[in-house]
């Protein structure tokens, strides 16, 4: 039987991240001087590496950039602490956080100016986790698993905000768990794991019913593509590009679903697949699970 390659849709590239990207590069065509960039503008290596060769400078500690520099803050979101020193420093900050991890960080502040506590459910010192809870200094709690969530204890009002980027069944399996035990924590209206997370994951659920093995294209430093691989269910693989594809996977797999994390833009996905075709063989075929139109203005 010959190789079937399964290309996903949706996959890849989320409004967010489409719209960071185009920030940083308008700044760089803009600015005369150096630009810096606090953190990766995305979590994939390549995308930092690219702007990296065109000149971008990336820094996690913003005392590293010259007083008076263009920085641009990471689509992850950016706590106060870094404006307040950002300023102190004259820097002339552009902010490209994804304007849905904005409504997390406005919902902590509006929760906090109500005096609840805010439970937030993500990653330990992820920087989308650092910028939300740095908006609530010492009124707020980090759960990371049913674990922790298990030893949490509340007494007054609080709500419960999570991380844009999580996987849903174990988000729910929390969720469900912490509501239960105390009814009164609030939810915000509308969920926090964004559209593109929900429809990527859902998309590779539906690619594995059809595939017996998948290939994520993301960074080992992506909290949504390893959540993609993670709910995959099969075998499933989190690669950069062909260099990481490994001959043993492929022994005995006829239909390879192809799916790629939400900080991964489409020429990477391409390489990818030119790669496995290269290699392994195989015809490609698309496979629509839910259309998606969504784009963020700049
Ligand atoms: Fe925004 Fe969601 Fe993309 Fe993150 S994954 S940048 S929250 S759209």
């Known amino acids: 039987m010959a190789r079937k390659i399964i290309l996903v849709k949706p996959r890849g590239l989320c409004a967010g991240v489409e719209r960071a990207l185009k920030i940083l590069d308008l700044t760089v ?7 810096y960039c606090r953190h ?15 000149g971008v400078i990336f820094v996690e500690d913003l005392n590293q950039v010259p007083n008076g520099s263009v920085v641009v803050f990471s689509a992850h979101g950016s706590s106060p602490e870094l404006f307040k020193l ?6 002339r900050v552009v902010d490209a956080v994804c304007p849905l ?8 502040k509006r929760f906090r100016a109500n005096n609840y506590l805010i439970v937030y459910l993500g990653h330990k ?22 674990a922790e969530a298990k030893k949490l204890k509340i007494s007054g009002k609080a709500v419960l905000l999570t991380q844009t980027t999580l996987g849903l069944e174990e988000t729910k399996e929390i969720v469900d768990y912490l509501t ?22 859902l998309a590779v659920k539906e690619l594995a019913k059809h595939c017996d093995l998948i290939l994520v294209v993301g960074s080992k430093n992506s909290s949504n593509s390893n959540r993609l691989r993670e709910v995959a ?12 594809l490994k001959e043993d996977w492929f022994k005995n797999k006829n239909i390879v679903g192809i799916t790629a994390g939400a900080s991964v ?6 390489e990818l697949i030119d790669g496995v075709k290269g290699r392994f063989g195989g015809e490609e075929e698309e496979l629509e699970v839910i259309k998606e139109n969504i784009k963020f203005r700049l």
């Open 40 to 54: 990766a503008i995305v979590h994939n290596e390549k995308v930092v590496e690219e702007f990296s060769q065109k």
């Open 180 to 201: 239960a035990k105390f009814p009164n924590l609030e939810l915000p209206a509308g969920k926090d794991i964004c559209f593109s997370t929900t429809n990527r994951q």
């Open 125 to 146: 010192n992820h920087p989308e986790a650092l910028g939300v809870l740095g908006e609530v200094p010492g009124k707020s709690v980090l759960i990371s698993s049913l």
């Open 265 to 270: 833009p489409e020429k990477l996905v391409r």
């Open 233 to 244: 269910g099969i075998e499933a693989y989190l690669v950069d590009g062909p260099e990481d």
């Open 101 to 108: 991890v904005m409504k997390v960080h406005e919902e902590a």
């Open 29 to 35: 065509e803009k600015s005369e001087g150096s630009v």
């Open 86 to 91: 950002a300023k102190k420093k004259n820097l």
